[in-house]
Each structure stands twice: as structure tokens, then as C-alpha cells.
């Protein structure tokens, strides 16, 4: 089993910055695929950023080089940076997990939102 532990969400006035990690404990996998997903009511899930374990980085369309995800596989540890933040980013925010293509696991996710 894996544990997925967020940390980082809060509130901050548009143009601001958060920094949102991501903890990971448990089994490890040798390939594997981390990222940061975001979902807001009515809407689907959708992907902010993500990265795997050869360190290729895929972002949403709509970051725009707002944001950085990096990944510690040593420490297990996955950040994602976040600046010049928008009310739009407003969002809960879910840490994922996808190991040796079978594996896929969520975080119970963290309340991001950015006022105007």
C-alpha cells in the first residue's frame, strides 16, 4: 500500500504564491508517475502537473510557466510551486500516484484558493 500525505493549501489574495507537497510512504515502485491533479464542483478532474521517474515534467495548458513541480524520489517527496496564482486556480487539490502502470493512488486532497 502506499500513503499519500498533502500539505501546503490555504488562502492568498491573486498573485500570490503556495508551495504544495506531497509526502509518499509505503511500497516504492520502480517506474512510476507523481503529479498534482485539481478539481472544482461540477467539473472534472484535471491535471495540473506531473512527473515521472525519469524526471519528464507534463504541465496543464493552463499553467502557463506559473508553476514548478519537482519530485525527491530519495526523500519521497513531490512540491509543486505555485505562482502568480489566479481566482481560477481556486480548487481542491489531489496528490496522485500511478506505480509500474497497475498502481494508482490518491491523496485526500487540499483546499486551495485564491481571492481576487
Known amino acids: 500500500q502506499v500513503q499519500l500525505v498533502e500539505s501546503g493549501g490555504g488562502s492568498v489574495e491573486s498573485g500570490g504564491s503556495l508551495r504544495l507537497s506531497c509526502a509518499r510512504s509505503g511500497r516504492t515502485f520502480a517506474m512510476y508517475v507523481t503529479g498534482w491533479y485539481r478539481q472544482t464542483p461540477g467539473k472534472q478532474r484535471e491535471l495540473v502537473a506531473d512527473i515521472d521517474h525519469l524526471g519528464t515534467i507534463k504541465y496543464g495548458d493552463f499553467v502557463k510557466g506559473r508553476f514548478t513541480i519537482s519530485d525527491n524520489n530519495a526523500k519521497k517527496l513531490m512540491d509543486l510551486q505555485m505562482n502568480n496564482l489566479k481566482p481560477e486556480d481556486t480548487a481542491v487539490y489531489y496528490c496522485?500516484?500511478?506505480?509500474?502502470?497497475?498502481?494508482?493512488?490518491w491523496g485526500q486532497g487540499t483546499q486551495v484558493t485564491v481571492s481576487s
Open positions: 496522485n500516484l500511478r506505480g509500474d502502470k497497475w498502481y494508482d493512488y
